[in-house]
C-alpha cells in the first residue's frame, strides 16, 4: 500500500503574527507533487512541524492533504506521541478524516522498556488502521529494535516501518525477519533511498521530494525497471540536494527550499529558527544545480 515515492511534506504557514496554517498553498503544494508523480502523500510528520501543532490544526492538516490527495493516491498520516492517549486521539482522527494509514514515531523522550513499547504500538494498531512504524533514534534517543520491529510485523494492521537509523545492517536484518509478512521497510532518509530498495525495501518517506519530486520517482521508478544505471545516476545527482536539506535541522532548509522554488511555506515555528543568510546561500546554490 505505501511504496514508491511519498513526500513528507511540509506544513506552510502564514506570515501573519499567529502564523495561521496556509491551507490553500498546502493544497497548491500537494496539488504539485501529485503532477509530478509522486506514490503517496505524507502530511503531519516531523518535516510538517507536527511538533508544534494544535490539535485542531493536525487535524485540519491531514483533512486537507486527504482531499487534495482525492484518492489519486495514499494519504499516510503521521499521528504519533509519546503520550499514548494523544496518539490515540490523532490515530482515530485520521481514521475518521478518511487517511489510508497512520505514521506513528516511536515514543521519545519516555524511553519505553520493550513491553511498553509493544503496548503503545499494540495498542494504536487495534485502532483497525493501517499502520507503519516510524524508527528515527536521532530524535526520539532510541532505537527500535530489528527483533522488535519482526515482532511488531506480526500484527495484521502493523504493515510496515520507516526506517531512518542510518544502519544499513538493521534494514537488512528486518527486512529478512518479515518476508513471509505483508511488511514494507520505507527508507527514512533520501541517500538511503537506493541501497535500501536494493536489499528489498518499497520506497522512500523522502524530505527531497518536496522541492525535486520527478527526479524522486524517476530514481525510484528506474530501479523497479530493472535500470540500475540510470537509478545510480540519480542518486549521485540527487546526492548534493540531500546533503544540503541537513544543512541545518529538518524541516528548516526544506522549508527555506520549498519557498526558494517558489511553492507555499512561510515560517517554521518556534523552537526552530530561519536559516541564517549564508546556510540560505549553499541552499540555493545546490538548488539552482537542477533548474
Same mark, same amino acid.
Given at each position: 500500500?505505501?511504496?514508491?515515492?511519498?513526500?513528507?511534506?511540509?506544513?506552510?504557514?502564514?506570515?501573519?503574527?499567529?502564523?495561521?496554517?496556509?491551507?490553500?498553498?498546502?493544497?497548491?503544494?500537494?496539488?504539485?507533487?501529485?503532477?509530478?508523480?509522486?506514490?503517496?502523500?505524507?502530511?503531519?510528520?516531523?518535516? *510538517?512541524? /507536527?511538533?508544534?501543532? /494544535?490539535?485542531?490544526?493536525?487535524?485540519?492538516?491531514?483533512?486537507?492533504?486527504?482531499?487534495?490527495?482525492? *484518492?489519486?493516491?495514499?494519504?499516510?498520516?503521521?499521528?504519533?506521541?509519546?503520550?499514548?492517549?494523544?496518539?490515540?486521539?490523532?490515530?482515530?482522527?485520521?481514521?475518521?478524516?478518511?487517511?489510508?494509514?497512520?505514521?506513528?514515531?516511536?515514543? &521519545? &523522550?519516555?524511553?519505553?522498556?520493550?513491553? *511498553?513499547?509493544?503496548?503503545?504500538?499494540?495498542?494504536?494498531?487495534?485502532?483497525?488502521?493501517?499502520?507503519?512504524?516510524?524508527?528515527?533514534?536521532?530524535?526520539?534517543?532510541?532505537?527500535?529494535?530489528?527483533?522488535?520491529?519482526?515482532?511488531?510485523?506480526?500484527?495484521?494492521?502493523?504493515?510496515?516501518?520507516?526506517?531512518?537509523?542510518?544502519?544499513?545492517?538493521?534494514? /537488512?536484518?528486518?527486512?529478512?525477519?518479515?518476508?513471509?509478512?505483508?511488511?514494507?521497510?520505507?527508507?527514512?532518509?533520501?541517500?538511503?533511498?537506493?541501497?535500501?530498495?536494493?536489499?528489498?525495501?518499497?520506497?522512500?518517506?523522502?524530505?527531497?521530494?518536496?522541492?525535486?519530486?520527478?527526479?524522486?520517482?524517476?530514481?525510484?521508478?528506474?530501479?523497479?525497471?530493472?535500470?540500475?544505471?540510470?537509478?545510480?545516476?540519480?542518486? &549521485?545527482?540527487?546526492?548534493?540536494?540531500?546533503?544540503?536539506?541537513?544543512?541545518?535541522?529538518?524541516?528548516?532548509?526544506?522549508?527555506?527550499?520549498?519557498?526558494?522554488?517558489?511553492?507555499?511555506?512561510?515560517?517554521?515555528?518556534?523552537?526552530?529558527?530561519?536559516?541564517?543568510?549564508?546556510?540560505?546561500?549553499?541552499?540555493?546554490?545546490?538548488?539552482?544545480? &537542477?533548474?
Amino acid at each position: 500500500m505505501f511504496e514508491g515515492v511519498l513526500p513528507a511534506v511540509v506544513t506552510p504557514f502564514l506570515s501573519d503574527q499567529q502564523q495561521s496554517l496556509d491551507l490553500e498553498g498546502l493544497r497548491s503544494n500537494i496539488a504539485a507533487l501529485l503532477a509530478a508523480g509522486v506514490h503517496g502523500i505524507v502530511p503531519t510528520g516531523s518535516t *510538517g512541524e /507536527s511538533a508544534t501543532l /494544535s490539535f485542531e490544526e493536525h487535524e485540519k492538516v491531514v483533512e486537507v492533504a486527504v482531499e487534495a490527495a482525492a *484518492g489519486k493516491v495514499p494519504v499516510l498520516a503521521g499521528t504519533g506521541s509519546n503520550n499514548t492517549a494523544e496518539a490515540l486521539r490523532f490515530t482515530r482522527a485520521a481514521k475518521e478524516i478518511g487517511a489510508d494509514g497512520a505514521l506513528l514515531i516511536s515514543p &521519545y &523522550y519516555n524511553k519505553p522498556n520493550r513491553a *511498553g513499547l509493544i503496548k503503545h504500538f499494540t495498542k494504536l494498531a487495534d485502532l483497525d488502521i493501517p499502520t507503519v512504524l516510524y524508527n528515527v533514534p536521532g530524535r526520539t534517543g532510541q532505537n527500535l529494535a530489528p527483533e522488535l520491529v519482526v515482532e511488531l510485523a506480526g500484527h495484521p494492521n502493523i504493515v510496515g516501518i520507516k526506517e531512518a537509523s542510518g544502519n544499513v545492517a538493521q534494514v /537488512s536484518q528486518i527486512i529478512e525477519g518479515t518476508l513471509d509478512e505483508e511488511f514494507t521497510v520505507i527508507s527514512g532518509d533520501d541517500n538511503l533511498t537506493l541501497p535500501i530498495l536494493a536489499l528489498g525495501g518499497g520506497g522512500v518517506i523522502s524530505v527531497a521530494a518536496n522541492v525535486e519530486p520527478a527526479r524522486m520517482v524517476r530514481l525510484y521508478e528506474a530501479f523497479k525497471a530493472g535500470d540500475w544505471t540510470t537509478a545510480l545516476e540519480l542518486h &549521485y545527482e540527487l546526492s548534493p540536494l540531500f546533503r544540503a536539506l541537513f544543512i541545518e535541522t529538518n524541516p528548516i532548509p526544506v522549508k527555506t527550499a520549498v519557498g526558494l522554488r517558489g511553492m507555499a511555506a512561510g515560517p517554521v515555528r518556534l523552537p526552530l529558527a530561519e536559516l541564517d543568510a549564508e546556510k540560505t546561500e549553499i541552499l540555493a546554490e545546490v538548488l539552482g544545480r &537542477y533548474d
